[in-house]
């Protein structure tokens, strides 16, 4: 069982950066995937970002390329997302997720463990 809590959410202007973090519990971090969806209002949860166990892969929604940047710790059992040049599109709430099989997937429905959410606000 893994539980996952985000943090660092909040109000930011356009253009400021925000980092998240997502604690996790459980001696098995390290054997996890992790990534972090976002969903907005009115809209579906979609993928952000991911990392694999060994932090050697990395995966990108073409939204966040280049702005955006997922990190993990596993001493800490922590994953982080850098946010950079954030836009008000980029408004939503974030969620970190994880995953016991190998491999980064887009698909929501193949992560096992959910946080519960931290709102990210991009003034304009």
């Known amino acids: 069982q893994v539980q996952l809590v985000e943090s660092g959410g909040g109000l930011v202007q356009a253009g400021g950066p925000l980092r998240l973090s997502c604690a996790a519990s459980g001696r098995t971090f390290s054997s996890y995937v992790m990534g972090w969806f976002r969903q907005a209002p009115g809209k579906e949860r979609e993928f952000v970002a991911g990392?694999?166990?060994?932090?050697?892969?990395?995966y990108y929604a073409d939204s966040v390329k280049g702005r955006f940047t997922i990190s993990r710790d596993n001493a800490k059992n922590t994953v982080y997302l850098q946010m950079n040049s954030l836009k008000p599109e980029d408004t939503a709430v974030y969620y970190c997720?994880?995953?016991?099989?190998?491999?980064?997937?887009?698909?929501?429905?193949?992560?096992?463990?959910w946080g519960q959410g931290t709102q990210v606000t991009v003034s304009s």
């Open positions: 990392i694999s166990w060994n932090v050697y892969s990395t």
């Open positions: 997720a994880a995953k016991f099989e190998r491999g980064i997937t887009t698909q929501s429905g193949r992560y096992d463990y």
